[in-house]
């Protein structure tokens, strides 16, 4: 069984900063996938930033250059933390933020949440102009 927990979050003026952090229990050994994405009232859920079972990371272009995916194992691999550093961050930053994660060293599309099993309960980000 796999748990998704995030922590980090909170509300930040414009320019700001912000780390999310994320812990992805589950078999030892077992490689993930695992993404951040983040929803706003009203909007779709949208990928934000991505890493697969080799450690590729990439972000789509809304927040390319300003988020930071890292990812730190655990020896027996059977906890990773995954944290995203958010910088210069806007308004339209606002969103509940979520962490994903899929038993799998690809998905074939890497911002569709569809392709994530296990899901954290979600972390609100606020950015205040």
């Known amino acids: 069984q796999v748990h998704v927990v995030e922590s980090g979050g909170g509300s930040v003026q414009s320019g700001g900063s912000l780390q999310l952090s994320c812990v992805v229990s589950g078999s030892p050994h077992q490689r993930y996938c695992m993404a951040w994405f983040r929803q706003a009232p009203g909007k779709e859920r949208e990928g934000v930033a991505h890493?697969?079972?080799?450690?590729?990371?990439?972000?789509?272009?809304s927040v390319n250059g300003r988020f930071t995916l890292s990812l730190v194992d655990a020896k027996d691999d059977a906890k990773h933390m995954l944290t995203l550093q958010m910088g210069r961050l806007r308004p339209e930053d606002t969103a509940m933020y979520y962490c994903?994660?899929?038993?799998?060293?690809?998905?074939?599309?890497?911002?569709?949440?569809?392709?994530?099993?296990?899901w954290g309960q979600g972390t609100q980000v606020t950015v205040s102009s």
């Open positions: 994903a994660a899929e038993p799998s060293y690809y998905v074939g599309a890497k911002f569709s949440r569809t392709k994530y099993t296990d």
């Open positions: 890493i697969d079972g080799n450690g590729n990371v990439v972000y789509p272009d």
